[in-house]
């Protein structure tokens, strides 16, 4: 499923509608997009069909479904898993054991665990046990209601970077500039999400994170 070499272009389709989310997904490809994100909101709303007809439209795309599992890890994975995602995300701040269940199902089924490290207290340490617990992604991650506050902390990926072989994705408000600078200081994989799905192109806004990603 890894088969594009990082650096990975994932979009959030974080919409509450599936045919707002399909159409951007569209745009999003024709500008060079490697992965689609099923987003919380999208399978909050939908459900478990929205990844269905995400698969069903983009079939050789790479799907990720963004459920942010806290508990029951095998549950919620295999339901993603047997919907058509290709990755699932859970919280880093949950328990190791929904955690190591979430990536033993998603070994079962061919498939990859994101764990997200939004809001944990020691994203360092947690890192590394994350990697030992098997999961594949490490997440660094500014949710939106912390952008309003700050802007994304370029400067802590390399801590993280030097501690796992893993592959790091990072989130939150990145724009062009801001996802060329995570690159460079090692992230494998940037994630967005309105500066694609806001824009009045998202074609042209696509292709303009994926010309920042060349270095």
């Known amino acids: 499923m890894l ?14 509608r599936i045919e707002e989310a399909l159409k951007i997904a569209e745009k ?10 099923c987003g919380t909101p999208l399978i909050k709303a939908e459900g ?10 983009f079939p050789d795309i790479p799907i990720v479904a963004d459920l942010k599992t806290m508990d029951v890890g095998a549950l919620e994975a295999e339901l993603a898993f047997s919907a058509g995602a290709n990755v699932v995300t859970v919280l880093a701040v ?8 979430a990536v ?7 498939g990859y665990v994101m764990a997200d490290l939004i809001n944990h207290p020691d ?3 947690r890192a ?3 990697e030992t617990l098997g999961v594949n ?3 660094m991650h500014l949710g939106i209601d912390q952008q309003a506050s700050r802007k994304f902390p370029i400067d802590k990926i390399p801590s993280i970077r030097r501690e796992i072989s893993a592959y790091l994705a990072v989130a939150g408000g990145l724009n062009d500039k801001i996802a060329r600078q995570a690159v460079m200081s090692g992230a494998d994989i940037i994630i967005v999400g309105r500066y694609i799905t806001r824009s009045d192109n998202p074609i042209e806004a696509t292709r303009r994170i994926k010309d920042s990603l060349k270095i």
């Open 137 to 139: 992604i490490v997440l």
């Open 28 to 37: 999003a490809l024709i500008g060079g997009a490697d992965w689609l994100e």
């Open 123 to 125: 994203p360092i340490r």
């Open 104 to 110: 033993e199902t998603a070994r079962s089924f061919g």
């Open 3 to 16: 088969k594009v070499r990082p650096p990975i272009l994932q979009v959030a389709l974080d919409f509450i």
């Open 48 to 57: 478990m069909q929205a990844i269905r007809i995400l698969r069903r439209n």
């Open 94 to 101: 949950a328990d190791n054991k929904t955690i190591l269940d």
């Open 128 to 130: 590394k046990e994350l």
